[in-house]
């Protein structure tokens, strides 16, 4: 089709076109098949929003001059190629082609045209004018178009896909032990799927996120006779709900997982634990904040989730990231329906007289050089633990005997020992 120039209504038509097929897929995610457990009134922000701006994009587009036509079209186009190149195209790739995938990769179609469409806009219009002129006005264009892909698309589009990631299927895995099926059910009504490894010295630990993750973790717990929980989070695996990567609104998951533990008969109800990896570490401290049933926490590789703790990171770094932050909070808050959780700086404290082990990599990821402020934050009993050489989550492969014989320990003694009396 010619979109040049000379022929402005077919530029116009295909660029409608493929901003309607964007809101398509949009409505059919929110609205028309929302995940299991999840009604499509749960959705009016994350969906009415991104709907809105959309249509109106495709509303104003005609009547915008050649750059901002150029713009637009960049700007929702790369969002929504990056958004379905991440999401219903994985999920095609991997498990083959369901529920909303099929708007979802029109929607991925409709994004190539209007980045297509957007750069032979910007490319025709590029001439007029001394070279000077020319010259100056492609560097603006230029530095425009870095500073509007780090701070506008690529965190909205990271906030998309953390509260729209494609689903993974379940595999069995050995444990080192025979474990059972467990389904849970949380405060708001979601099933999730879990795995147990029955306890022998009436204690039990969840290790925690997912039912892949962690399970070297698990076979480490479970060699001790710590019974060892895995579930998969609220929208991951068989669990019911939406997923959010960053841990929004996992708290829930969390408190049904130590209920369910300290109900069981082969477990002292005071002797529940949990060790997290990353966002699953950040989770735990959240739990644990509110939840005296968690009596000891790991937490491995926390960092920051929103821009309430980005606000703790340092100097420079504070500077550079908190612009990117502030836009990957706002989006995820709207995708997610849900305002930001708390800052775990404001958190950890909570957690005292219980027991806190805090383990980072020194060149780790997304925040986890915040992990002794996190420490200073926090009551006693806590440890802090810093690993060099690892990298994000890598404390067991780094050092494994060191890391069994810290982790173990620090659970034997206030789970099972001293320490847990004086944690009480």
């Known amino acids: 089709m010619d979109v040049s120039p000379r022929s402005p209504y077919r530029e116009h038509a295909l660029a409608v076109f493929a901003f309607g097929a964007i809101a398509l897929h949009l409505i059919d995610d929110a609205f028309l098949q929302p995940e299991p457990g999840v009604s499509a009134g749960d959705h009016l922000p994350g969906g009415l929003v991104p709907v809105a701006l959309v249509l109106a994009a495709a509303a104003a587009y005609p009547h915008l001059r050649a750059g901002a036509r150029a713009a637009v079209a960049l700007t929702v186009g790369l969002l929504a190629l990056g958004a379905g190149i991440a999401v219903p195209m994985l999920h095609t790739v991997r498990e083959g082609p369901s529920g909303d995938d099929f708007t979802g990769l029109l929607a991925t179609a409709a994004g190539l045209v209007l980045v297509v469409l957007g750069a032979t806009t910007l490319w025709r219009s590029r001439r007029g004018g001394g070279r000077a002129r020319r010259y100056a006005r492609r560097a603006a264009i230029g530095v425009a178009a870095v500073l509007v892909g780090s701070q506008l698309v690529f965190p909205v589009g ?61 076979r480490m717990l479970a060699r001790h006779g710590y019974g060892v929980l895995l579930l998969d989070r609220r929208g991951e695996g068989e669990s019911e709900g939406e997923i959010n990567i960053l841990g929004w609104g996992g708290v829930p998951d969390l408190r049904s997982a130590v209920a369910y533990l300290r109900s069981r008969a082969d477990v002292e109800p005071d002797r529940v634990g949990g060790l997290g990896l990353s966002v699953g570490g950040e989770l735990l401290l959240e739990a644990a904040a509110g939840d005296p049933g968690l009596r000891a926490v790991v937490s491995e590789g926390a960092g920051v989730r929103s821009i309430r703790e980005a606000r703790r990171l340092p100097g420079g770094e504070r500077w550079r990231a908190l612009p990117q932050y502030a836009m990957l909070t706002a989006a995820t808050a709207v995708f997610a329906n849900r305002a930001p959780p708390p800052g775990l700086d404001a958190l950890v404290g909570r957690i005292t007289p219980r027991a806190v082990l805090l383990v980072y990599a020194r060149h780790g990821q997304g925040g986890e050089e915040l992990n002794p402020a996190y420490h200073a934050a926090a009551g006693e009993p806590k440890e802090l633990w810093e690993l060099p050489e690892a990298g994000h989550t890598g404390g067991l492969d780094a050092r494994p005997e060191e890391y069994e014989r810290r982790v173990v320990g620090f659970f034997d003694r206030y789970l099972l020992g001293r320490g847990w009396s004086r944690a009480r």
């Open 158 to 218: 990271i906030g998309f896909v953390a509260t729209h990631k494609a689903r993974s299927s379940v595999e069995a895995v050995d444990l080192g032990r025979p474990y059972e099926e467990v389904s849970l059910r949380t405060e708001d009504g979601l099933s999730l799927g879990a795995w147990y490894v029955p306890s022998r010295n009436g204690a039990a630990v969840i290790a925690f996120p997912g039912r892949s993750g962690p399970v070297d973790h698990a």
